[in-house]
């Protein structure tokens, strides 16, 4: 089955009116929210006889109304005010819940700002129902941050023992109609618990170090998916090109680097072998051969699914292909999914490391199978009926409603897997090359990293010109340094030492920037354009698939868009010869 905490009947019977003749996308989509409702329910009856609570009418430590009112409420009104109740927008009590309530202060937004459709302060507005979006400085350098069309990959692996590692999140913002997917790759919850007792009892020792340094180590790669096409493909890179194989280099890496003679594959082996050997050693192992069994998941990936109206028109099919491509049986006589390698099915229960790292198909041997689980995490999920309130909108007709995102986006903290809705405050958008990234929108998925199937690629450090240089706030480059080689590895290796840099305390590194590579893109210069202030924020609007619900700045980013494209060429920016500049 696809995910280890949903149950085949329920994966069976989706697949199944997927496929009904006659059925609509709509009826696949509104199934799959029914089976979403049941994880979530599982996992708080889970975490209820864990924590020994009942749930109450309110949330004692909680601003928020939790789980348990939303589904009250839900159950007690005929008409719903508020998204269909998610653990994302409805979280649990702060006793119960495995996470903490907000994300580093670091992250947020220096002034207070209005999340984008609210009307809390409207003296005739109702109560708030749903957890408000975590509003955030979009240029907190902590962030690597995902924009449309774009597919990102950030990395945590902290050096042994280091006391306050840097934080690490991933961010997608302004997914009105497209939907975020995130996946999330460790080890897997039950190895790390052994490990974890283990290393308090090795402190001093090499394997304790190893141990340790494993356990801290995490990768997650996140995709804002705004076209149908080529979704299945980038789902697979995701996880399969990104995240799995980011995770054997972070936790491969030594002092410069390199592997050892053995390879990466060899070298991948004997660590998963150290590992379960060191989790034999552990005083709470059982006397059972659980903790050497090679059929236990070594491995975990958690896959994130946030974004995209109840619109039948714009969100269903981008959410269609995500999840017809998640929820995908292993083998599909139709043919399934155009995957990389002829593949089929993305959510595999094992690999082997020979085709992950080495791109190489296997030999049918066992000897370097790996096991993985995935799980769909219940507080990650939010589309759909899911994220949909409805409002007015001021350019709208008179008394209609208009179907709105309860959530904007989806920030996920790497390192320690907590995840929340999140809106950036307008005009702090100052992450890195953020301009001619929003010029670089076009059909098609870009990567700001390497996969590993692409092995060494050729790029430029900076931008081609003097001008455009000054232009998106870059330092110049000397010319012996202008043009470099990166691969995946290469990549892992330097966002770890970025993460390292900047000093002692969590304020001195955060000044630290994280790397991102910029990918070749194409657009037409466009010339005699007139004054872009003149032209209205209608103007732009209109190239919105939801215009009713964009953020308040969504007007000043066409207008840096187009300003990009009237003052260079691709020539000025981009080099010929190279992949994208690495910033």
């Known amino acids: 089955m696809p995910f280890c905490n949903v149950k085949p009947s329920e994966v069976s019977h989706l697949q199944n009116v997927a496929k009904k003749q006659g059925a609509n996308d709509v009826a696949t989509a509104d199934y799959t929210v029914l089976v979403v409702e049941n994880m979530m329910k599982r996992y708080v009856e889970g975490r209820s006889s864990v924590c020994g609570s009942k749930g109450t009418d309110k949330s004692t430590n909680s601003l928020s109304p939790s789980w348990f009112d939303a589904v009250k409420a839900d159950e007690a009104r005929m ?136 356990c801290e180590t995490f990768t997650a790669a996140m995709g804002h998916l705004d076209c149908a096409q080529g979704v299945a493909e980038v789902l697979y890179e995701m996880h399969w090109e990104a995240a799995l194989p980011a995770w054997f280099h972070a936790a491969l890496r030594d002092g410069d680097g390199a592997v050892g003679e053995c390879g990466e594959v060899g070298a991948a082996l004997d660590l998963l072998e150290r590992l379960r050997r060191i989790a034999q050693t552990t005083t ?210 330097a966002f770890l030492r970025r993460c390292e840099e900047g000093g002692e305390t969590e304020e001195e590194r955060a000044s630290v920037s994280l790397p991102i590579l910029v990918r070749r893109g194409v657009w037409e210069k466009m010339e005699n354009i007139r004054m872009l202030d003149d032209l209205p924020d209608n103007f732009f609007l209109m190239a919105s698939t939801t215009p009713h619900c964009e953020p308040s700045d969504f007007a000043a980013l066409g207008r840096q868009r187009l300003g990009v494209m009237s003052e260079f060429c691709v020539d000025d920016v981009f080099e010929e010869g190279t992949v994208g500049i690495l910033v």
């Open 79 to 214: 008409m719903r005010t508020f998204p269909y109740p998610s653990l994302f927008l409805h979280p649990l009590p702060l006793e119960m819940s495995e996470h903490p309530d907000t994300p580093s202060p670091l992250l947020l937004a220096t002034q207070t700002a209005t999340p984008v459709g609210d009307d809390s302060n409207a003296e005739d507005a109702p109560r708030r129902e749903y957890r408000e979006m975590v509003v955030l400085d979009g240029g907190a350098s902590e962030m690597v941050t995902v924009l449309q069309g774009e597919c990102g990959l950030a990395v945590v692996s902290p050096r042994c023992r280091s006391t306050g590692p840097r934080s690490v999140y991933l961010l997608s913002p302004d997914a009105t109609s497209c939907t975020i997917v995130a996946c999330r790759v460790g080890l897997h919850s039950h190895l790390r618990e052994r490990l974890v007792a283990t290393t308090e009892e090795m402190t001093e020792s090499g394997d304790g170090a190893l141990a340790w340094r494993c």
């Open 284 to 493: 709470t192992a059982t006397t059972t051969t659980e903790s050497s069994d090679f059929d236990t998941p070594m491995l975990v990936a958690e896959w994130f699914v946030v974004g995209g109206v109840r619109s039948r028109e714009k969100t269903l099919p981008v959410l269609t292909a995500v999840l017809s491509t998640l929820f995908a049986a292993e083998e599909q006589d139709d043919g399934g999914a155009n995957l990389p390698g002829g593949k089929r099915c993305i959510l595999k229960p094992s690999f082997h490391l020979s085709e992950v790292l080495d791109g190489k198909e296997s030999d049918g041997a066992d000897a370097d199978l790996v096991r993985i689980e995935h799980r769909l995490r219940e507080d990650g999920v939010c589309f759909w009926s899911l994220n949909t309130v409805l409002r007015q909108w001021e350019m709208g007709r008179a008394g209609e409603l208009y179907s709105c995102p309860a959530s904007l986006g989806l920030l996920v903290d790497v390192g320690g897997g907590c995840c929340w809705p999140a809106t950036v405050q307008p005009g702090t958008r100052n992450y890195p090359l953020a301009a001619l990234r929003n010029a670089l929108m076009q059909p098609g998925y870009r990567w700001t990293c390497p996969l590993e199937r692409e092995g060494t690629l050729r790029v430029r450090r900076g931008v081609a010109t003097a001008r455009a240089a000054s232009y998106f706030g870059l330092q110049p480059v000397p010319p012996t340094e202008s043009v470099c080689d990166i691969s995946l590895a290469a990549y892992v290796a």
